[in-house]
Protein backbone atom coordinates (compact mmCIF):
# COMPACT_ATOMS: atom_id res chain seq x y z
CA UNK A 1 0.00 0.00 0.00
CA UNK A 2 1.27 3.84 -0.46
CA UNK A 3 -0.16 7.01 -0.04
CA UNK A 4 -1.41 8.27 -3.64
CA UNK A 5 -3.43 10.31 -5.43
CA UNK A 6 -4.00 12.43 -2.62
CA UNK A 7 -5.29 16.15 -3.35
CA UNK A 8 -3.20 18.30 -1.89
CA UNK A 9 -2.60 20.82 0.49
CA UNK A 10 -3.31 17.67 3.40
CA UNK A 11 -4.31 19.42 6.48
CA UNK A 12 -3.08 17.90 9.95
CA UNK A 13 -5.39 18.83 12.51
CA UNK A 14 -4.95 17.85 16.46
CA UNK A 15 -7.54 16.98 18.58
CA UNK A 16 -7.28 18.84 22.22
CA UNK A 17 -9.76 16.55 23.36
CA UNK A 18 -7.16 13.65 24.43
CA UNK A 19 -3.90 12.80 26.16
CA UNK A 20 -2.37 11.21 23.20
CA UNK A 21 -0.69 13.05 20.03
CA UNK A 22 -3.47 12.16 17.91
CA UNK A 23 -4.60 14.07 14.87
CA UNK A 24 -6.52 13.95 11.64
CA UNK A 25 -5.17 14.55 8.14
CA UNK A 26 -7.92 15.74 5.51
CA UNK A 27 -7.33 16.81 1.89
CA UNK A 28 -8.17 19.91 -0.03
CA UNK A 29 -11.79 18.53 -0.11
CA UNK A 30 -12.47 17.51 3.53
CA UNK A 31 -12.01 14.03 2.58
CA UNK A 32 -10.22 11.64 5.15
CA UNK A 33 -6.44 10.46 4.47
CA UNK A 34 -5.45 8.86 7.67
CA UNK A 35 -5.79 9.50 11.39
CA UNK A 36 -2.30 9.24 13.69
CA UNK A 37 -1.88 8.25 17.19
CA UNK A 38 1.13 8.28 18.72
CA UNK A 39 1.05 5.48 21.72
CA UNK A 40 1.36 6.64 25.27
CA UNK A 41 3.65 5.64 28.28
CA UNK A 42 6.57 4.35 25.68
CA UNK A 43 9.90 4.52 26.12
CA UNK A 44 10.35 4.77 22.58
CA UNK A 45 8.08 6.46 20.09
CA UNK A 46 5.27 4.18 18.62
CA UNK A 47 2.94 5.58 16.27
CA UNK A 48 0.22 4.03 14.46
CA UNK A 49 -1.35 4.87 11.15
CA UNK A 50 -4.80 4.25 10.79
CA UNK A 51 -7.29 5.01 7.84
CA UNK A 52 -9.45 7.50 9.87
CA UNK A 53 -10.61 8.00 13.40
CA UNK A 54 -12.67 5.06 13.92
CA UNK A 55 -9.29 2.96 13.71
CA UNK A 56 -10.75 0.17 12.01
CA UNK A 57 -7.71 -0.20 10.10
CA UNK A 58 -3.80 -0.32 11.11
CA UNK A 59 -1.86 1.14 8.00
CA UNK A 60 1.76 2.30 9.01
CA UNK A 61 3.41 1.84 12.19
CA UNK A 62 6.26 4.22 12.98
CA UNK A 63 8.88 3.49 15.69
CA UNK A 64 11.68 4.59 17.47
CA UNK A 65 15.16 2.72 17.15
CA UNK A 66 16.26 3.91 20.94
CA UNK A 67 13.98 5.30 23.86
CA UNK A 68 16.42 8.44 23.98
CA UNK A 69 15.71 10.39 21.17
CA UNK A 70 19.01 12.29 20.94
CA UNK A 71 20.16 11.05 17.23
CA UNK A 72 17.35 8.69 17.15
CA UNK A 73 15.81 7.77 14.06
CA UNK A 74 12.54 6.34 13.64
CA UNK A 75 11.40 2.99 10.82
CA UNK A 76 8.58 3.68 8.66
CA UNK A 77 6.64 0.41 7.69
CA UNK A 78 3.31 -1.24 6.75
CA UNK A 79 1.61 -2.81 9.04
CA UNK A 80 -0.43 -5.41 6.90
CA UNK A 81 2.78 -6.70 4.81
CA UNK A 82 5.44 -5.78 7.35
CA UNK A 83 7.01 -3.74 3.82
CA UNK A 84 9.33 -1.68 5.18
CA UNK A 85 9.43 1.79 3.14
CA UNK A 86 12.56 3.20 4.77
CA UNK A 87 13.24 5.56 7.79
CA UNK A 88 13.64 9.21 9.12
CA UNK A 89 16.84 9.83 10.89
CA UNK A 90 17.24 13.14 13.84
CA UNK A 91 20.17 15.32 13.19
CA UNK A 92 21.59 15.68 16.72
CA UNK A 93 23.17 18.59 18.29
CA UNK A 94 22.48 21.00 15.04
CA UNK A 95 18.43 20.24 15.94
CA UNK A 96 18.53 22.27 18.70
CA UNK A 97 18.60 25.52 16.90
CA UNK A 98 16.69 24.23 13.05
CA UNK A 99 15.50 21.39 13.13
CA UNK A 100 16.98 18.78 10.41
CA UNK A 101 15.91 15.20 9.40
CA UNK A 102 17.79 13.12 6.60
CA UNK A 103 15.14 10.53 4.98
CA UNK A 104 16.49 7.17 3.55
CA UNK A 105 14.76 4.35 1.69
CA UNK A 106 14.88 0.63 2.26
CA UNK A 107 18.35 0.30 1.10
CA UNK A 108 19.34 3.05 3.56
CA UNK A 109 20.06 5.44 0.72
CA UNK A 110 19.42 8.85 1.79
CA UNK A 111 16.52 10.20 -0.61
CA UNK A 112 15.68 13.32 0.92
CA UNK A 113 16.54 16.22 3.75
CA UNK A 114 13.60 17.66 5.38
CA UNK A 115 14.96 21.22 6.83
CA UNK A 116 13.36 24.03 9.41
CA UNK A 117 13.36 27.45 7.05
CA UNK A 118 14.05 29.85 9.74
CA UNK A 119 15.96 29.51 13.06
CA UNK A 120 14.70 32.51 14.24
CA UNK A 121 11.17 31.39 14.10
CA UNK A 122 12.00 28.46 15.89
CA UNK A 123 14.24 30.77 18.76
CA UNK A 124 11.63 33.68 19.50
CA UNK A 125 8.97 30.60 19.42
CA UNK A 126 10.35 29.21 23.12
CA UNK A 127 11.51 32.91 23.74
CA UNK A 128 8.04 34.54 23.80
CA UNK A 129 6.51 31.00 24.76
CA UNK A 130 7.68 31.30 27.86
CA UNK A 131 5.95 34.74 28.82
CA UNK A 132 2.36 34.02 30.98
CA UNK A 133 -0.79 34.07 29.03
CA UNK A 134 1.21 35.57 26.19
CA UNK A 135 2.75 32.21 25.17
CA UNK A 136 -0.41 30.83 24.75
CA UNK A 137 -0.81 32.75 21.81
CA UNK A 138 1.83 32.05 19.95
CA UNK A 139 0.66 29.67 17.58
CA UNK A 140 -1.64 32.75 15.76
CA UNK A 141 2.36 34.30 15.20
CA UNK A 142 5.36 32.38 15.33
CA UNK A 143 4.84 29.67 12.75
CA UNK A 144 7.50 27.82 11.68
CA UNK A 145 7.40 26.40 8.00
CA UNK A 146 9.92 23.00 6.77
CA UNK A 147 10.85 22.08 3.13
CA UNK A 148 11.41 18.86 1.88
CA UNK A 149 14.70 18.52 -0.51
CA UNK A 150 15.84 15.86 -2.97
CA UNK A 151 19.24 14.76 -2.98
CA UNK A 152 18.85 16.06 -6.39
CA UNK A 153 18.37 19.18 -5.26
CA UNK A 154 15.03 19.88 -5.42
CA UNK A 155 12.22 20.98 -3.02
CA UNK A 156 9.50 18.15 -3.29
CA UNK A 157 7.27 19.07 -0.40
CA UNK A 158 6.77 22.67 2.04
CA UNK A 159 4.63 21.73 5.74
CA UNK A 160 3.50 24.52 7.50
CA UNK A 161 2.06 25.39 11.14
CA UNK A 162 -0.69 26.86 10.28
CA UNK A 163 -2.17 30.27 12.96
CA UNK A 164 -3.91 28.23 15.59
CA UNK A 165 -4.46 28.35 19.53
CA UNK A 166 -2.00 25.60 20.80
CA UNK A 167 -0.59 25.16 17.31
CA UNK A 168 -2.42 22.57 16.58
CA UNK A 169 -3.04 23.17 12.63
CA UNK A 170 -0.35 21.95 10.12
CA UNK A 171 -0.49 21.94 6.26
CA UNK A 172 1.40 20.20 3.85
CA UNK A 173 1.73 20.85 0.09
CA UNK A 174 3.53 19.25 -2.90
CA UNK A 175 5.66 21.36 -4.90
CA UNK A 176 6.41 19.28 -7.64
CA UNK A 177 5.45 15.45 -8.64
CA UNK A 178 6.88 12.73 -7.41
CA UNK A 179 6.90 8.71 -7.36
CA UNK A 180 4.28 7.24 -5.13
CA UNK A 181 6.70 4.88 -3.03
CA UNK A 182 8.76 8.14 -2.12
CA UNK A 183 5.75 10.08 -1.63
CA UNK A 184 4.57 7.40 1.37
CA UNK A 185 8.15 7.85 2.48
CA UNK A 186 8.28 11.49 2.88
CA UNK A 187 4.63 11.44 3.82
CA UNK A 188 5.32 8.85 6.60
CA UNK A 189 8.33 10.79 7.65
CA UNK A 190 6.55 14.20 8.18
CA UNK A 191 4.02 12.65 10.16
CA UNK A 192 6.91 11.56 12.58
CA UNK A 193 8.39 14.91 12.49
CA UNK A 194 5.49 16.64 13.11
CA UNK A 195 4.54 14.99 16.60
CA UNK A 196 8.38 15.79 17.19
CA UNK A 197 8.38 19.37 16.61
CA UNK A 198 5.33 19.82 17.95
CA UNK A 199 6.16 17.95 21.12
CA UNK A 200 9.04 20.45 21.28
CA UNK A 201 7.01 23.70 21.23
Known amino acids: MVLNNLNYPLDFK ?48 IRANQWID ?20 RKGMRSFWKASYDVLDANDQPKFKIQEDSAWVRFFDHLVGEI ?40 LDRLIDIDDEEESLVILSLLMMTLLERARG
Not at 70 to 89: D, H, K, Q
Not at 157 to 162: G, H, I, N, V
Open 132 to 171: PLVGAFTGYFLNPSYTVTGIDGKEYFKLKKMPSFFGRRFQ
Open 70 to 89: FNASYSLSEIATGRNFGRMA
Open 14 to 61: FKITTLASDFNITDRNGNYVAYVRQKMFKLKEDVIVFNDESKSKELFR
